[in-house]
């Protein structure tokens, strides 16, 4: 039964998005938030992340935008007094924040009780050694680590454990001295190396081409437990979870494998005592039925949320009630709403997780795949086979894959060491080795994946050469098709292998013969109920997807012409994220207050707007034009909104418009205006609004002719975005070579805008919602950075507190000018440069932009709410209040993942780089900014600050906050030049050197030495090169975890922040404090 | 692959291909919504006279284990010496396979035992028709040989004495205590988890009367079909009951067989209970379990004798999932505890009857 004493609970979130910690804890907490709030219990939630879902107003009761840190907890816990926490919601951020909170005795100082699993339980799963001597208690085996000091200890190790084995050289990094080995002989050789480098070597067994298997369990306290999935990595072990491509449910084992896993699962979670969720990972002996437990997550996770989506399972609200002290059997399944909680889903389809990486964002950043996460977010694929699941999945990662078959030719030297040797692209390695008559017994070899995948993707392959080997259309028969279309080909894959591409010259228009020969032949695709229970007793759901594999429609489509299709944001990606999801799910409440049937396209399980209630039908499903086409020909809605979910549903506006479908908002006609700069920049011209000057231009001549002209620095962007890179400055010849290689292909097809690039201007960005061209509310932000920080880098303080009223006047102005011209109805965001008061328009985008839950929160007005009752055609009212009507001052922060992206320059400036924002409020800026950056991961330095400040004027602008942290008692180190230019200026300083420098102290030994506080290093131009000392020392402070600026703006706001305040100064408030 | 079309009783046509052998076929249609255990399910005597849905799509990954036989005679991975459901039906039959324990695929196993297998039907929306109909007869029927219309009853067959042995089998002779297993169409993991257990099973054919052997303790297994036809079995049951107080356990058919005995009736579920998801509730207790089931019949509960009780029920709808008497050592559980297929969570019903073998 429920615990009646609880009435008031915090919850902690799990702060910015950031790679190994993204939307899924959204996810987690806004359902834990909702189960609670259903039992009448009030809710606290620490968040600084502004941009979620769970951060909306009418989710918790009272929001807090701090860190998610144990001081900043106890504060908010001193003034709520919450009768119990819950820390299973918020990744390992809360968890972590938790188990400090619970060893300083926060907790049971303010008597806070845990709900769910207990603190010892959560601190049994994550100290190894504990670990490992829980489960021992209980004859599970884990992965066992032998410490040697010797050779012959070595040798008897790896004895007992049986080759083959791994050897690492303890306390070295990077995996210095590791390797495998065979047998003896090698194992003495690797040794040998490996004492060279360390004292002590640990041997383990070796479980390198094992599968890797997980089950999601699920305990209440009265000892009752489920499993509530099972998934199988693609990937053998060896490969990140979060880096596998992962499949649902487990694929290729037996009844006798699966339930013995299972049952030790249950064993497991007993042992420990788990009250709610936690994940068990295995690895499992692809040769017999032996395993080794990897890890037990006492929270839920990624992998909680991917199985709550594959299975229709709310696994974050039924741990939530689990922690309010039911039974599972005392729950019903939200899905059916008639059979209990207490029931393990049966699934009948396949899902298929495939990560999204965005490697190529970032300079030197190692490619290989291994036991630490790159990746940025994920896709889920569902269907009725693997193959279609598998090419649904590749298709919706969104890197320009049109699936399994079909694609650009990869260009790869050595097909073998790309096999074995995994990387972001191996799977399309597959398919060009498959093509080149690779077997699968090779291919399994190089690779260890299991023989079973390999062969259903073979099959993609084969029926891909039969249709290959027809040469034409014409020759395309109808059975042919449809086993196309079931093993999950689309119309343009099809058209591509018969040759209609080459034929038409024309993707779409090849996609579309296919598609009408297909329709003309009644090969349709049916919507089918992710229903929990593979259709055994009847469910409530509208949790669906489309396959070719069936006969006919579960559900019932009435034609009322009541639905409005919202298209979703796709995987998370560097440049769009969370914040889309909030603008779909603020879509989808207005659309269902209105009346309205909600329906939403979507295929990312870390969001919130595929949540199982968050709408009236969840399309699971590609957002791709043919998909998307699918749905609406059989939706048949009243209207589609592509303005909430970021670039890929506003890229497919045109070629729907060209089908008739009805677009609400602003016509795809004023968007394809605003998107096609020659179209948009003589619409400025004709307003006399001033744009940087430009070039469209189609070949690298006619660039370096442009640039000849008006000089670097330069901004480069192709008129529609290729694989999610946007706008870049180019500051040289070399970084201007490699932007185009990445993102555009320079062609008569796809030109590339080029312009002329204004230092040391502002950047400001206007949000704002028009009705039938005019504006009819708006927000208006400053960065704080000058242009050149990429704008979703970029720190950005809003309301604006630094700009001319003039400045704000005229942007007023011309804003008002181009909604009009363009006849915007929805939201849309310009983003503009100005220095003194003169303003040049950069870009304008026809949709929501990062920045509109931001803007809306601080200014408490729902900019999206407002957007689609004016695209739903409904009366809207212009709000009374305004930006300069706000008593305080909002601070959006970047996060970034440098350190989980091994190698990479951590430098801001060519390509977006961020994985995640926090948004904070404060009375002024110092305060709101000190909360943002120390939200996002920096902390306020105790003594010692390296300096090196960059160019003659960057150095300039630093001076006054150097001289600031002299005066506030800090001690100064820097590198040559500028040290002789604090010197000169009269701010003392010691001299460090750079690493190419013989003299010392040397700046990395200080860092190594954790000497070093807080690193400010401003590269001199915006093309760092890559073994340069300055790269050296970026890295060295994100690998040692120091703090690092590298924008001299932003370092002056933070030195002044916490220079003139200290955390004690910070004030508790909640957002609803901010009146 | 040849093609196929499964018709049901109600004139509802799907389409597929032949995978199996190739032979119309036709029996009561039901469906399993099991996502694994193929070889266990199909060789479960308890599907005799059934045409086996699975609604998990992807069937066949992991081929075919070998029919090794155990010293003791009983199938090393199967649950019984041969296949008994009378064809497969499934949504993508994956013909290449890939298991290190696997020695054939799955279609040339039903090749070599002569049972139809058919893949490329749309096994949800089959299921749909047989969740709002009921179970149904059907036929798969060859579209090359439209006049070849096999016919087949399953009301009012007794399948439990097609299925059952014919004479005694003793396992674990001499090991101690001894268990008669009275065969309906007993499942291999029935004995194994008896034997397991260190106690001698005898089995003995469904209506052979054992009262006046010596034994310790009686189980009733499973076996396929309306218990109903099974008069001879009840009568024996209600002999024994009379005689003595000796421990009595029942799985499945055992429920039913022993409910009726102790006065109950029997009623044919609309849709059976066939899945690995089944929860179940032990009466009175917080205890929840998920159990494996395969039944068409269930036993009505109100209709129990003064001295029985529901031992537990099923979360979902509410059906008996066992039965026990309020004094003696007599009890019974629907589902399968032996589980293969399925989840091993409740195989303390064993430990419980053998615990009480004194």
Redesign the interface.
């Known amino acids: 039964m429920k615990d009646e004493n609880i009435k008031k609970v915090l919850l902690l979130g799990s702060g910015a998005l950031k790679i190994g910690e993204a939307g899924e804890f959204d996810y987690s907490g806004s359902q834990a938030l909702k189960a609670l709030r259903e039992e009448g219990v009030y809710t606290v939630l620490i968040n600084p992340n502004i941009a979620t879902v769970q951060t909306s107003e009418g989710v918790a009761d009272q929001i807090y935008f701090l860190p998610v840190q144990p001081y900043f907890v106890e504060r908010v816990i001193e003034k709520e007094r919450p009768d119990g926490i819950l820390l299973a919601f918020g990744g390992q951020t809360a968890l972590n924040c938790g188990v400090e909170l619970y060893k300083s005795g926060v907790l049971e100082k303010y008597s806070v009780k845990v709900l769910g699993t207990p603190v010892q339980a959560i601190m049994d799963t994550e100290d190894r050694e504990l670990f490992v001597e829980k489960l021992n208690e209980i004859d599970v085996k884990t992965i066992k680590s032998e410490a040697c000091e010797t050779i012959e200890q070595a040798r008897k190790a790896a004895a007992q454990l049986g080759y083959p084995v791994i050897l690492r050289a303890a306390y070295a990094l990077g995996g210095l001295g590791s390797g495998f080995c065979d047998n003896e002989e090698e194992l003495d050789k690797l040794a040998e190396k490996a004492f060279s480098f360390s004292p002590q070597v640990l041997v383990e067994k070796s479980l390198k081409g094992w599968k890797e298997i997980e089950y999601e369990v699920v305990r209440d306290r ?5 499993t509530v999935c099972n998934m199988e990595n693609f990937d053998p072990l060896g490969i990140h979870t979060g880096e596998s491509i992962v499949i649902a ?7 006798s494998e ?2 013995k896993l ?2 030790l699962s ?1 064993k497991i979670i007993r042992h420990i005592g788990i009250v709610g969720e936690c994940n068990v990972q295995y690895a499992f002996d ?3 039925e032996d395993y080794r437990v990897i890890e037990v997550n006492a929270r839920l996770s990624r992998s909680s949320a991917l199985a709550s989506k594959a299975t229709g399972y709310p696994l974050a609200f039924v741990a939530a009630k689990l922690g309010m002290g039911y ?3 005392e729950l019903k399944n939200s899905v059916t709403k ?3 909680a ?9 899902v298929c997780k495939i990560p999204r990486w965005d490697l190529s964002k970032f300079r030197g950043v190692d490619k290989e795949l291994g036991s630490s996460m790159k990746s940025v977010g994920e896709v889920m694929a569902i269907g ?3 193959e279609e699941a598998i090419q649904k999945g590749l298709r919706m990662i969104g890197q320009g894959m049109h699936g399994f078959v079909e694609n650009k030719e990869l260009e790869i030297d050595d097909i073998d060491a790309a096999l074995r040797e995994p990387t972001d692209k191996r799977v399309f390695i597959i398919s060009k080795a498959m093509h080149k008559g690779y077997t699968i017994d090779q291919i399994h070899d190089l690779t260890k994946i ?3 995948f390999l ?2 993707l073979k099959h993609i392959i084969d029926i891909d050469e039969r249709m290959k080997a027809l040469k034409s259309v014409n020759n395309l028969d109808k059975e042919l098709l449809r086993e196309a279309k079931i093993y999950g080909f689309t119309d343009f894959q099809i058209a591509r292998a018969v040759g209609l591409e080459t034929e038409l010259h024309s993707m779409a228009k090849a996609g579309l013969v296919v598609r009408n020969l297909r329709k003309s032949y009644g090969i349709l695709p049916y919507v ?1 109920q992710i229903d929990t ?6 469910a409530q759901t509208n949790y669906l997807y489309l396959t070719y ?4 429609h ?1 559900i019932k489509f009435l034609g009322d012409k009541r639905s409005i299709i919202v298209l979703g944001s796709g995987a998370y990606r560097i440049g769009s994220s969370v914040e889309f999801d909030w603008c779909g799910v603020q879509a989808l409440q207005t659309i269902r207050k209105e009346g309205y049937r909600s329906v939403m396209i979507n295929y990312n399980p870390e969001t919130v707007s595929t949540d199982y209630d968050m709408c009236d039908r969840l399309y699971f499903d590609e957002l791709t034009f043919e998909r998307v086409m699918d749905i609406i020909d059989i939706e048949n809605p009243h209207g589609v909104i592509v303005s909430t979910g970021g670039q890929i549903p506003n890229n497919l506006a045109m070629r729907l418009d060209a089908q008739r479908v009805p677009i609400l908002g602003t016509s795809a006609k004023d968007i394809d205006n605003a998107e096609d700069r020659a179209k948009f920049s003589s619409m400025l011209t004709r307003n006399g609004i001033n744009q940087p000057e430009w070039s469209a231009l189609t070949s690298m001549d006619d660039i370096n002719k442009f640039i000849d002209r008006v000089g670097f620095p330069v901004l480069v962007r192709p008129s529609y975005v290729l694989s999610g890179a946007a706008m870049n400055v180019c500051s040289n010849a070399e970084e201007l070579e490699r932007f185009l290689k990445l993102a555009a292909n320079v062609s008569e097809d796809h030109p590339v805008v080029v312009s002329r690039f204004i230092e040391h201007a502002k950047e400001i960005e206007m949000d704002a919602v028009a009705k039938n061209g005019e504006i009819i509310a708006y927000a208006i932000s400053e960065h704080i950075e000058f242009a050149g920080v990429h704008s979703g880098d970029a720190t950005i303080q809003f309301p604006p507190q630094k700009l001319y009223v003039e400045t704000v006047r005229r942007i007023k102005r011309v804003s008002r000018q181009i909604a009009k011209e363009l006849h915007i109805s929805g939201p849309f965001n310009i983003q503009f440069m100005a220095r003194d008061n003169d303003i040049l328009v950069i870009e304008c985008n026809l949709r929501a932009s990062r920045s509109f839950p931001f803007v809306s929160k601080v200014l408490k007005i729902n900019l999206i709410e407002i957007a689609t009752k004016v695209m739903l055609g409904l009366p809207v009212e212009k709000p009374h209040k305004s930006l300069f009507d706000l008593d305080y001052v909002g601070i959006k922060a970047s996060q970034f993942s440098f350190n989980r992206l091994q190698k990479a320059d951590p430098v801001l400036g060519v390509d977006m780089a961020s994985t995640g924002e926090v948004g904070c409020i404060g009375e002024d800026t110092s305060c709101a900014l000190l909360k943002s950056m120390l939200s996002v991961g920096y902390r306020i330095p105790e003594r010692n600050i390296l300096l090196s400040t960059g160019s003659a004027k960057q150095k300039a602008e630093m001076l006054d906050a150097a001289r600031t942290l002299v005066q506030h008692g800090y001690k100064l180190y820097a590198t040559g030049g500028t040290s002789k230019f604090l010197t000169e200026n009269g701010v003392g300083n010691t001299t460090v050197y750079w690493p190419s420098e013989d003299n010392q102290p040397q700046a990395l030994d200080m860092l190594h030495n954790h000497e070093i506080d807080m690193v400010v290093n401003i590269p001199k131009n915006l093309s760092a090169g890559e073994l340069s000392n300055g790269y050296k020392i970026r890295r060295a402070a994100i690998d040692l975890n120091v703090p690092l600026i590298t924008n001299s703006r932003l370092a002056s706001a933070f030195i002044s922040a916490f220079c003139n305040m200290s955390i004690e100064d910070i004030a508790i408030k909640s957002w609803s404090e901010y009146k | 692959m040849k093609n196929v079309t499964l018709v049901l009783e109600d004139g509802t046509k799907f389409h597929g291909k032949s995978f199996g052998y190739d032979q119309p076929v036709a029996g009561e249609v039901v469906f399993n919504t099991a996502m694994m255990g193929y070889p266990e399910s199909l060789t479960d005597p308890s599907y005799a006279g059934q045409l086996m849905t699975l609604t998990y799509p992807l069937v066949g990954n992991y081929g075919v284990p070998p029919f090794t036989v155990e010293p003791d005679g009983i199938a090393t991975f199967m649950e019984s010496d041969k296949i008994y459901a009378s064809a497969i039906i499934v949504a993508d039959y994956s013909e290449e396979y890939s298991h290190w324990n696997a020695v054939e695929s799955l279609a040339d196993w039903l090749k070599r035992e002569h049972v139809p297998g058919i893949t490329g039907i749309d096994t949800r929306q089959l299921t749909k028709v047989l969740r709002e109909h009921g179970v149904m007869m059907g036929k798969i029927l060859f579209d090359d040989e439209p006049d070849n219309i096999p016919q087949a009853d399953y009301e009012g067959v007794n399948f439990v004495d097609l299925v059952s042995c014919k004479e005694i089998i003793r396992y674990n002779e001499g090991a101690g205590k001894k268990v008669v297993l009275v065969d309906c169409g007993v499942k291999n993991n029935i004995i194994r988890c008896l034997t397991n257990r260190g106690v001698e099973v005898v089995r003995v054919p469904w209506n052979y009367d054992y009262t006046s052997m010596d034994f310790d303790g009686l189980f009733l297994g499973n076996g396929p079909g309306d218990p109903d036809m099974c008069e001879d079995a009840v009568q024996i049951i209600r002999k024994q009951m009379s005689l003595s107080r000796k421990p009595i356990c029942g799985i499945c058919m055992g429920n039913q067989l022993l409910a009726k005995a102790g006065g109950a009736t029997i009623y044919k579920l609309k849709y059976g209970h066939r899945s690995h998801n089944q929860p179940v509730r032990e009466v009175g207790t917080n205890k929840c379990y998920v159990t494996s089931q395969n039944h068409g019949y269930a036993v009505d509960a109100k209709t129990l004798g003064k001295d029985w009780r529901e031992l537990f029920v099923n979360m979902n709808d509410g059906s008996n999932e066992g039965v026990c008497h309020v004094e003696n050592p007599w009890f019974t559980s629907q589902f399968h505890p032996e589980a293969c297929s399925g989840p091993v969570d409740t195989e303390f019903m064993f430990d419980r009857f053998v615990d009480k073998l004194k």
């Open positions: 009265y000892d009752n437990c489920i449910p487990s694929q290729t084992l037996t009844n699966y339930h299972r049952a249950i692809p040769k017999s039974g599972l059997f008639t059979t209990s207490f029931f393990e889903p049966a699934l009948d389809y396949v009725r086979n693997f299991d023989k079973w062969q259903k089918k229970l593979a259709a055994e007793y009847p594999s069936a006969v006919a579960d």
